[in-house]
């Protein structure tokens, strides 16, 4: 069936420091792949999206790019802050379906 | 845009009651709405999916009849939990799709019930 793999964490950095959480999926179609972010107490917010092979989704400094030949869709951001501390999950959907989740990574960023 | 409300953000309830939870989309009209439970430091899982108007569709082992899904209009789907007992408690997340072909999901902040 179709699923998400992300990283285990927490992953901890210093602030400033370069942030990479990795995303692979499984899918017998094309999905659309997002991640989405959760702060402490609240509910999900989506981050970014992509929607086919080779797309790079972006907001708020985060970047990731839709990469078929390797099923992955890999989050980065140039310098993390502590406000970025959360939990992120990646996630994909296919043909506008439920979404699947991957486990969720938790980012903590230190001063 | 795309603004989802959850009503109440907490809500403790003693055991045997039923608790209504209310998902609204504030400024777009969702025909789909889905809600999920999210255990401590875990993923969401996929309760049941509500079209306007329809029955929901639930995902196995979600009990029908203990999660009661409404989606009575556009804007507003509920969930009861009825007969609730202490592992019910959890965190109870809605989202909502908008009409058209969209596969982007917008997510409330969340309910947090404890069944004493």
């Known amino acids: 069936g179709d699923s998400v793999t992300q990283m285990e964490g927490p992953v901890t950095l210093s602030e400033e420091a370069f942030l990479t959480i990795n995303c692979t999926y499984t899918a017998t179609g094309y999905p659309s792949l997002f991640w989405y972010v959760q702060y402490p107490g609240e509910g999900l917010q989506l981050l970014l999206k992509?929607?086919?092979?080779?797309d790079k989704g972006s907001n708020k400094g985060f970047e990731a790019t839709y990469r078929k030949e390797t099923t992955s869709f890999h989050l980065e951001k140039g310098s993390v802050q502590v406000s970025d501390s959360a939990v992120y999950f990646c996630a994909l959907s296919l043909y506008g379906n439920k979404l699947v989740f991957g486990a969720g990574t938790i980012l903590r960023v230190k001063s | 845009g795309a603004v989802v409300s959850q009503h109440p953000s907490r809500v403790i309830c003693k055991s045997g009651t039923s608790v209504k939870i209310e998902c609204r989309s504030l400024d777009f009209q969702a025909t789909t709405m889905f809600w999920y439970r999210q255990f401590p430091k875990q993923s969401l899982m996929l309760m049941a999916t509500s079209n306007e108007g329809s029955k929901a569709t639930y995902e196995q082992g979600v009990e029908k009849d203990k999660f009661l899904i409404n989606h009575a209009s556009l804007t507003l789907s509920t969930l009861t939990v009825t007969s609730a007992h202490p592992e019910d408690s959890s965190f109870y997340i809605c989202?909502?799709?908008?009409?058209?072909?969209?596969?982007?999901?917008?997510f409330g902040p969340g309910t947090r019930l404890t069944v004493l």
């Open positions: 992509a929607t086919k092979a080779d």
């Open positions: 989202s909502a799709r908008s009409s058209g072909y969209t596969d982007t999901q917008y």
